[in-house]
């Protein structure tokens, strides 16, 4: 049976931009790390887990203890808890449906495989009227790199499924995205606009939507996508 993964922000939920910010000035307020490059396209894993270590590296020569990281991670989640308290996070246009529709149909499954933490992932979904619980998903509590995540998340939709699915399309909206998919070989479809869309093209996608907004047009999507496999 066929496995769609998504991504989460920027792929089902509008959260890159507060996402990005709120991480910047965690970092900032419990490791005293400023000027930090916020190209996330640049670091070596671009996942909550592998930006925190590739700076620790970066800046102090070694890896972060396992006590720095919990402290990050609270701090962060608790600033991502407070954002959603003053402002609900939305879901991109279409996407409970596509969820929706997608987990119905007899011959496909869905699962999540997201670069964040999966409590940040958990909030953020929540306020934008998502369930992350709903569905099989892998994230930056499982690995550092997203290549690895992405396995962890077809493993997991695989013991659901009792075996491994025929096929896999990932969609997510980044160019790290992209090249995950690259790498494992996977068709990549990708949610952007504009200039975004353009440079999800011009690394792999397969297809590129703006949104779900027309249900048709993602699932014709899947289909291309799911017939190179």
Request: proline share 3%; hydrophobic share 45%.
């Amino acid at each position: 049976m066929p496995l769609v993964l998504f991504d989460i922000d920027g792929t089902l939920t509008h959260s890159q931009a507060i996402d990005g910010e709120l991480y910047l000035g965690s970092l900032a307020e419990v490791f005293g790390f400023t000027d930090v490059g916020s190209d996330w396209s640049a670091y070596r894993h671009t996942t909550d887990a592998g930006i925190l270590r590739e700076l620790f590296e970066s800046r102090l020569g070694r890896e972060p203890s396992a006590s720095e990281v919990t402290a990050f991670r609270a701090h962060f989640i608790e600033a991502i808890a407070a954002a959603a308290a003053r402002t609900a996070f939305r879901a991109i246009d279409g996407a409970a449906r596509a969820l929706s529709e997608v987990e119905q149909l007899p011959s496909h499954r869905v699962a999540l495989a997201t670069g964040g933490w999966s409590d940040s992932a958990r909030c953020k979904m929540r306020s934008a009227g998502l369930d992350y619980d709903a569905f099989p998903a892998a994230s930056a509590d499982d690995a550092i790199a997203r290549t690895a995540i992405m396995r962890i998340a077809v493993e997991r939709a695989g013991a659901r499924l009792d075996g491994r699915p025929r096929g896999i399309v990932y969609v997510g909206d980044g160019v790290w995205d992209a090249r995950a998919c690259r790498e494992l070989g996977l068709p990549f479809i990708g949610i952007a606009c504009g200039d975004a869309a353009e440079r999800l093209r011009s690394e792999g996608a397969q297809a590129v939507l703006a949104d779900y907004s027309n249900l048709g047009a993602f699932c014709d999507a899947l289909r291309r996508a799911l017939r190179r496999v």
